[in-house]
């Protein structure tokens, strides 16, 4: 499932992004993990996918990291993937509405 979604979110974004970034493939998987650990309820594997996906720890999970409640910690997490989405999302909006034909091929296949 994470590597069909994986393939499929990717190649829209290639084809809808004006920009491509390197780092767009690990943020989908990291996006897929985070959804999986909150799914099934795993506290450890969510704290741990942004070192496993993205390789190091981002900036502002580093500040909430010495943080003796876990709620900021998983609230960091979170952010992270949440404002990836926010960023990508809307531009998968906007390439269906351009061409919603594409976005119905990739579903069926």
Known sequence: MRKQLSLKFGICLHDFKTEIKGDDSKYIKYCYEVRSCIVHGN??????????????????????????????????????????????????????MKNPKKIEYLKKN
């Not at 900021?72 to 960023?87: I, P």
């Open 43 to 96: 506290d450890i594997d969510l704290l741990e996918a942004p070192k496993k996906y993205l390789g190091l720890e981002h900036e502002y999970i580093k500040e909430l990291a010495g943080s003796s409640k876990m709620r900021d910690k998983r609230f960091a997490v979170l952010f992270l993937a949440v404002k990836y989405l926010e960023n990508n999302l809307n531009i998968l909006i906007k390439g269906w």
